[in-house]
């Protein structure tokens, strides 16, 4: 089970940073992303770190500004971002996937309840 934290209301320009704890199971084996959903849009990919050795890769929209990072021994995932926009808007989830280089919704198989981040102008 995934829950995701950390959501709130930002000024454009500030920084959230979001949690993802994982109970049931461990993330050795997994790629862990996060992917966020505004009002009346697609969900979309935003970050993913292959847990074991650490790697990350970002959607071009977020890279330079957002950072993934896990804690092995907490079995948390985060999501440091800072220079927020306003179309940064949006329900954001983390979910878990056992595909090397997992981008799309369908390559993930476990989905967190989503936090609501909203960025103001």
């Known amino acids: 089970q995934l829950q995701a934290s950390g959501g709130g209301l930002a000024q454009a320009g500030g920084s959230l940073r979001l949690s993802c704890a994982a109970s049931?199971?461990?993330?050795?084996?997994?790629?862990m992303g996060w992917f966020r959903q505004a009002p009346g849009k697609e969900r979309e990919f935003v970050a993913a770190i292959r847990w074991t050795i650490g790697s990350t890769y970002y959607a071009d929209s977020v890279k330079g500004r957002f950072t993934i990072s896990r804690h092995n021994a907490k079995n948390t995932l985060y999501l440091q971002m800072n220079s927020l926009r306003p179309e940064d808007t949006a329900v954001y989830y983390c979910?878990?996937?056992?595909?090397?280089?997992?981008?799309?919704?369908?390559?993930?198989?476990?989905w967190g309840q989503g936090t609501l981040v909203t960025v103001s102008s």
């Open positions: 049931g199971r461990t993330f050795g084996s997994y790629v």
């Open positions: 979910a878990a996937s056992r595909y090397n280089n997992a981008y799309t919704k369908a390559d993930f198989s476990s």
